[in-house]
């Protein structure tokens, strides 16, 4: 046995290889690469001079992979950027340009809502600070090996979809696609594609790669589609609303529905919720709900008090039909001992392909969150007896 032989059999023994010893290795397999990537996110963290930068760059992470459509893995996370694959065949070109409008919307929709919250110095912040993002689509051979519990991919494709990231586009928010994905969608597909926006052609230079080409579109359009400052009021799409009055003034109901102890009790089919109790009751806490038969994870993430109501909001993780959700409480004074909620669950989209099965999600959503108020307003008046006994 060589030096070399026993340097891998020692790693192995170690616990960094998982292969055999005498395994060959594993021979290179097509893959979708996609990497979306943060734009501005440099100057936000070294500008912004906000403790919360950090953890809202977490959050727009955790949207970006909450929107995968396309059930591809997640390889590593760099900063401000994700690089996903998936191995096989390419999607279509109409499946990935969804992809892609999937993670800018429920980006930017992210981001607006943490605007719009005027008071806060998050808020100026963001406004102040373009964030948005940039998306690279490349399609060719990797090599997957696994060091310890990691994924490492590797090959010159893995280091051509790095390189694209820096190419010849002018403007921050765009999806880059490169000729070798193209080459595997007709030239109608494509165009078919990109009806909503112009695809131009572009090719970049790279040491040791070459000349690599591309063609690209700038994602600007779809700011159209972006939802409103008033997010979640009436009439908007991709939401469910029920309505039901608490016998207790708003600010006390807004105590309750906030009161993270008191979720399993009104919210159906909780059983449970785990928190940390020093953590409570902020902004940005985070806590698990036990829902059904999984796990759902809540995060608050804006406390408004306007001139006809108060809103609180919560953002929705792990939640496996309905990713990357918002659920807004509207409570607007009806008198010293009664207000109105409004409980609106927003979604970004229902990931079912059926389109049966998506009406039947909705369906259960609006049964599970009718019944909720409903359990939320006898608390609430049980609460109130027992607050004046």
Same mark, same amino acid.
């Given at each position: 046995?060589? =030096?070399?032989?026993?340097?891998?059999?020692?790693?192995?023994?170690?616990?960094?290889? &998982?292969?055999?010893?005498?395994? +060959?290795?594993?021979?290179?397999?097509?893959?979708?690469?996609?990497?979306?990537? /943060?734009?501005? $996110?440099?100057?936000?963290?070294?500008?912004?001079?906000? #403790?919360?930068?950090?953890?809202?760059?977490?959050?727009?992470?955790?949207?970006?992979?909450?929107?995968? =459509?396309?059930?591809?893995?997640?390889?590593?996370?760099?900063? #401000?950027?994700?690089?996903?694959?998936?191995?096989?065949?390419?999607?279509?070109?109409?499946?990935?340009?969804? !992809?892609?409008?999937?993670?800018?919307? #429920?980006?930017?929709?992210?981001?607006?809502? /943490?605007?719009?919250?005027?008071?806060?110095?998050?808020?100026?912040?963001?406004?102040?600070?373009?964030?948005?993002?940039?998306? /690279?689509?490349?399609?060719? +051979?990797?090599?997957?090996?696994?060091?310890?519990?990691? %994924?490492?991919?590797?090959?010159?494709?893995?280091?051509?979809?790095?390189?694209?990231?820096?190419?010849?586009?002018?403007?921050?928010?765009?999806?880059?696609?490169?000729?070798?994905?193209?080459?595997?969608?007709?030239?109608?597909?494509?165009?078919?594609?990109?009806?909503?926006?112009?695809?131009?052609?572009?090719?970049?230079?790279?040491?040791?790669?070459?000349?690599?080409?591309?063609?690209?579109? &700038?994602?600007?359009?779809?700011?159209?589609?972006? !939802?409103?400052?008033?997010?979640?009021?009436?009439?908007?799409?991709?939401?469910?609303?029920?309505?039901?009055?608490? +016998?207790?003034?708003?600010?006390?109901?807004?105590?309750?529905?906030?009161?993270?102890?008191?979720?399993? &009790?009104?919210?159906?089919?909780?059983?449970?919720?785990?928190?940390?109790?020093?953590?409570?009751?902020?902004?940005?806490? %985070?806590?698990?709900?036990?829902?059904?038969?999984?796990?759902? #994870? $809540?995060?608050?993430?804006? &406390? $408004?008090?306007?001139?006809?109501?108060?809103?609180?909001?919560?953002?929705?993780?792990? $939640?496996?039909?309905?990713?990357?959700?918002?659920?807004?409480?509207?409570?607007?004074?009806?008198?010293?001992? @009664?207000?109105?909620?409004?409980?609106?669950?927003?979604?970004?989209?229902?990931?079912? @392909?059926?389109?049966?099965?998506?009406?039947?999600?909705?369906?259960?959503?609006?049964?599970?969150?009718?019944?909720?108020?409903?359990?939320?307003?006898?608390?609430?008046?049980?609460?109130?007896?027992?607050?004046?006994?």
């Amino acid at each position: 046995m060589g =030096l070399l032989d026993e340097l891998q059999t020692a790693r192995k023994v170690a616990g960094q290889r &998982h292969a055999q010893a005498d395994a +060959p290795e594993a021979a290179a397999q097509p893959a979708l690469l996609f990497i979306p990537d /943060i734009s501005g $996110f440099t100057r936000f963290i070294e500008e912004s001079g906000n #403790d919360r930068g950090p953890w809202l760059i977490a959050d727009l992470l955790e949207i970006l992979i909450e929107a995968n =459509l396309l059930n591809m893995q997640v390889n590593e996370i760099q900063g #401000d950027a994700i690089l996903f694959y998936r191995l096989g065949p390419p999607p279509s070109i109409a499946e990935l340009v969804q !992809q892609c409008r999937r993670v800018f919307l #429920d980006f930017q929709n992210y981001l607006r809502l /943490i605007e719009r919250d005027t008071d806060s110095q998050l808020a100026a912040v963001v406004r102040e600070h373009a964030l948005t993002l940039k998306m /690279i689509v490349h399609y060719g +051979p990797v090599h997957v090996a696994r060091i310890r519990e990691h %994924t490492k991919l590797m090959g010159r494709d893995v280091i051509i979809v790095h390189r694209l990231l820096k190419n010849k586009v002018v403007g921050d928010e765009y999806v880059l696609l490169s000729q070798q994905y193209l080459a595997t969608q007709s030239v109608a597909a494509v165009r078919a594609a990109f009806t909503w926006t112009r695809l131009l052609a572009g090719v970049s230079s790279y040491a040791y790669l070459g000349d690599i080409p591309y063609r690209y579109a &700038h994602l600007t359009p779809l700011r159209l589609l972006v !939802q409103g400052a008033d997010l979640g009021g009436q009439g908007s799409s991709n939401a469910v609303q029920v309505r039901r009055v608490l +016998p207790v003034a708003a600010a006390y109901a807004l105590r309750v529905v906030s009161n993270l102890r008191l979720r399993p &009790h009104w919210l159906t089919g909780a059983h449970g919720v785990q928190y940390d109790v020093t953590k409570s009751n902020r902004l940005g806490s %985070t806590y698990k709900v036990g829902l059904n038969r999984g796990q759902v #994870d $809540f995060q608050a993430v804006q &406390h $408004f008090v306007g001139v006809e109501r108060l809103e609180y909001v919560e953002k929705i993780a792990h $939640f496996r039909m309905f990713p990357n959700s918002l659920l807004f409480f509207f409570l607007e004074e009806i008198s010293d001992h @009664a207000c109105l909620l409004t409980l609106e669950f927003r979604y970004g989209h229902v990931a079912a @392909a059926s389109r049966l099965v998506r009406f039947g999600q909705l369906r259960r959503l609006h049964r599970l969150l009718g019944s909720s108020a409903r359990t939320l307003a006898g608390l609430c008046r049980r609460l109130r007896k027992g607050s004046n006994g």
